[in-house]
């Protein structure tokens, strides 16, 4: 898994080796933020499923 975007793109992050946790994908987080990054200037995210990070690193 790693960051897409940001000061931090192309970072690897290290997961839990479990098989009940399922990173968020590269594909998922584009469309996500992809949706919802017009309503939006700055601001604070909250990532309450963090496993990895990644999501709120992305953000």
Excluded: C, Q, W
């Excluded at 897409?4 to 992050?13: H, S």
């Excluded at 919802?36 to 999501?55: A, M, N, Q, R, W």
Aim: proline share 3%; charged share 25%; net charge positive.
């Amino acid at each position: 898994m790693r960051v897409i975007a940001g000061e931090n793109k192309g970072r690897t992050l290290k997961t839990a080796s479990s098989r009940m946790t399922r990173p968020t994908t590269d594909k998922v987080k584009e469309t996500i933020f992809n949706m919802i990054g017009p309503f939006f200037t700055g601001g604070e995210v909250l990532d309450l499923y963090g496993g990895s990070g990644g999501l709120g690193i992305e953000a």
